[in-house]
């Protein structure tokens, strides 16, 4: 097996989404060295070290406390090895930057994954950005935040266009669910995991994830076996923004995780709509509130968020 695959597989397991640190190494030394200097069997030289702390930022963990955190997970080659084989049996694969259906996932390299995680349909790769419309919002979705969801990402998908969402209840399932109805689209949705695509989560959407994996494709920067967190959760959310060119929040608290993905947008450059609902709704306050800040713009149909593509691209 490929030691390099490997050695990017072993990083997405021990250690975390934006870890500015590991990128930081893997950008002076490599996937492989990087791995042997976490188990002791080598060292930077000065110019890897001028490197690392050139891509390092300053409020992150120096190498040696970075060290003595990633040492604490490393659960060894072998381990990296198991989890390559268990996600072919489970019919995915493992994407590392090396390779040709890798995605450009945003424009800071600090915050890009180390590698992806697959599984469903990778024949014709992810697509590429301006082909590939995000659609969030609040897990407590109501019938107007469903139905506005539909309309959005059926038009989105009936033109050819990717809808990317994070698979969770309400509107992310309203998003997924309305993109496999479009019959003439390759692969018309994508969920992005903040767990190890070992197991469907939520429980209460595998089976939906289950027909995502079969028409379209389910991602995670986690190896499997790692569990979701809070924490995983908002960094999966600047991973959805960076896939698509385009992110439209359709319903929204004041403080849904929706928000950040809106968030990660604007400051990757990317264009952001968002649905405007009854300003007696709290479930829209969100939504609201990133028109009136100017962070998105009002978006009311689908050929309206599609607009957002077209001038992005």
């Not at 110019?47 to 390092?56: C, M, P, Q």
């Not at 490393?74 to 590392?96: D, M, N, P, V």
């Not at 989560?201 to 076996?225: C, F, K, M, Q």
């Amino acid at each position: 097996m490929n030691t390099q695959r490997i050695a990017y597989a072993a990083w997405t397991d021990f250690s975390e989404p934006c870890d500015g640190a590991a990128r930081a190494l893997l950008a002076a030394v490599g996937p492989e060295k990087g791995l042997a200097i976490v188990e002791q069997d080598a060292t930077m030289t000065d110019s890897e070290r001028e490197i690392f702390n050139s891509h390092k930022s300053t409020n992150e963990r120096n190498l040696e406390d970075a060290l003595y955190v990633w040492k604490g997970k490393y659960r060894g080659r072998e381990h990296a090895q198991a989890s390559l084989a268990l996600i072919e049996r489970l019919g995915g694969g493992f994407l590392t930057p090396e390779d040709e259906n890798w995605p450009t996932a945003g424009n800071d390299p600090r915050s890009n994954p180390i590698g992806l995680w697959w599984r469903g349909n990778m024949e014709n790769g992810i697509p590429e950005t301006h082909r590939a419309l995000a659609i969030v919002g609040s897990r407590d979705a109501t019938e107007y935040g469903r139905q506005a969801t539909a309309e959005i990402s059926i038009h989105a998908a009936n033109s050819g266009v990717t809808v990317v969402s994070g698979g969770a209840y309400g509107i992310d399932a309203a998003a997924h669910e309305a993109a496999l109805s479009a019959e003439n689209n390759e692969c018309p949705t994508i969920a992005v995991m903040a767990g190890g695509l070992d197991r469907y989560y939520p429980v209460g959407n595998a089976d939906l994830l289950a027909r995502i994996a079969e028409r379209g494709t389910v991602l995670s920067e986690l190896a499997p076996g790692k569990a979701p967190t809070r924490w995983r959760f908002l960094a999966r959310n600047r991973l959805i923004a960076g896939l698509t060119g385009a992110t439209v929040v359709t319903e929204a608290r004041w403080r849904s995780g929706a928000m950040t993905t809106a968030n990660h947008a604007k400051t990757m450059g990317r264009n952001v709509g968002a649905v405007p609902g009854s300003v007696f709704s709290a479930n829209s306050a969100g939504t609201h509130r990133l028109i009136r800040d100017g962070v998105a713009d009002l978006v009311t149909t689908g050929a309206e968020a599609l607009n957002l593509l077209d001038t992005n691209h």
